[in-house]
């Protein structure tokens, strides 16, 4: 019913940048609130940031300062810029969403893209 999409992943120097994006697509008369999660190797998955559809974000505290997420509604798409990457931000980057339909509300996941950081 609702599809997410994830691009924009790949390999950076510790120092650059990336800018994730995260379409949605399917049976959806609104989105809510639209996030980014992330999962390194062996350890839990956590919340990178999020945006809700009034615009209000948060973020996790090991990226303010140096992330910055925001979404087009018309484009149903989230976007994750990511400056200033460190090693420690090497993970596979997911993007979540809640959406509203005929359904009621669900939430949706995407399938993630991998973010490599050299040191």
């Known amino acids: 019913q609702v599809q997410l999409v994830e691009s924009g992943g790949g390999l950076v120097q510790a120092g650059g940048s990336l800018r994730l994006s995260c379409a949605a697509s399917?049976?959806?008369?609104?989105?809510?609130?639209m996030g980014w999660y992330r999962q390194a190797p062996g350890k839990q998955r956590e919340l990178v940031a999020r945006?809700?559809?009034?615009?209000?974000?948060n973020y996790a505290d090991s990226v303010k300062g140096r992330f910055t997420i925001s979404r087009d509604n018309a484009k149903k798409t989230a976007y994750l810029q990511m400056d200033s990457l460190k090693p420690e931000d090497t993970a596979v980057y997911s993007c979540?969403?809640?959406?509203?339909?005929?359904?009621?509300?669900?939430?949706?996941w995407g399938q993630g893209t991998q973010v490599t950081v050299s040191s």
């Open positions: 945006i809700t559809n009034a615009g209000t974000t």
């Open positions: 399917g049976s959806i008369l609104s989105i809510n609130d």
């Open positions: 979540n969403a809640e959406t509203s339909g005929s359904y009621g509300r669900i939430r949706a």
